[in-house]
T-cell receptor, first 114, second 110 residues
Framework: DVKVTQSSRYLVKRTGEKVFLECVQD?????MFWYRQDPGLGLRLIYF???????EKGDIPEGYSVSREKKERFSLILESASTNQTSMYLC?????????????FGSGTQLSVL | GQQLNQSPQSMFIQEGEDVSMNCTSS?????WLWYKQEPGEGPVLLIA?????ELTSNGRLTAQFGITRKDSFLNISASIPSDVGIYFC??????????FGAGTRLTVKP
């Protein structure tokens, strides 16, 4: 069964801390994505990666960076966490196909920045 | 930009009622998708639509790809308590990423 695993379900961090959110997929997917989910705003794309060591900015990359050193792992980094980064973070992956549609999501990490 | 405007934002319905939600955009898309997110989980794909005018069903769910390619509709017939969740429309963009609507939160009262 396909699986996207996010390392933490809940995280509480302090303002100014460096935060790592980890995501691992076991499906050998080329593409991986990080979204944040906020009430009334839906899912907004932070960064995505076509393949190993490749990354593209999404709609809201400010305050975030990413790392894709291995195909199965896509990390989201908050260099200096701020309270407005309190949110649900969702990782997803897919294999690019002609129709390019099916994203597989992890269960999410609820991050609270105090 | 390629924004997806989804409505309604939330719905409170009685078990057995039918549900309709829709998604519109000022941009044309070649694919429309509908995802469902249950509490504590990530979204899961329900239905994918590939052709303008296409009508596709998945059990009690029916979705349509608008003829202008700028909108899509999702209907749920005879709702049951396990239909509770957040429903998202989505569409792949020319940049190869995936854009999502703001979601429709569905509550079903038994």
């Amino acid at each position: 069964d396909v699986k996207v695993t996010q390392s933490s379900r809940y995280l509480v961090k302090r303002t100014g801390e460096k935060v790592f959110l980890e995501c691992v997929q076991d499906m050998d997917h080329e593409n991986m994505f990080w979204y944040r989910q906020d009430p009334g705003l839906g899912l907004r794309l932070i960064y995505f990666s076509y393949d190993v060591k490749m990354k593209e900015k999404g709609d809201i990359p400010e305050g975030y960076s990413v790392s894709r050193e291995k195909k199965e792992r896509f990390s989201l980094i908050l260099e200096s966490a701020s309270t407005n980064q309190t949110s649900m973070y969702l990782c997803a992956s897919r294999t690019p196909t002609v129709r390019n549609e099916k994203l597989f999501f992890g269960s999410g990490t609820q991050l609270s920045v105090l | 930009g390629q924004q997806l405007n989804q409505s309604p934002q939330s719905m409170f319905i009685q078990e057995g009622e039918d549900v309709s939600m829709n998604c519109t955009s000022s941009s044309i898309f070649n694919t429309w998708l509908w995802y469902k997110q249950e509490p504590g989980e990530g979204p899961v794909l329900l239905i994918a639509l590939y052709k303008a005018g296409e009508l596709t069903s998945n059990g009690r769910l029916t979705a349509q790809f608008g003829i202008t390619r700028k909108d899509s509709f999702l209907n749920i017939s005879a709702s049951i308590p396990s239909d509770v969740g957040i429903y998202f429309c989505a569409a792949p963009t020319n940049n190869n990423d995936m854009r999502f609507g703001a979601g429709t939160r569905l509550t079903v009262k038994p």
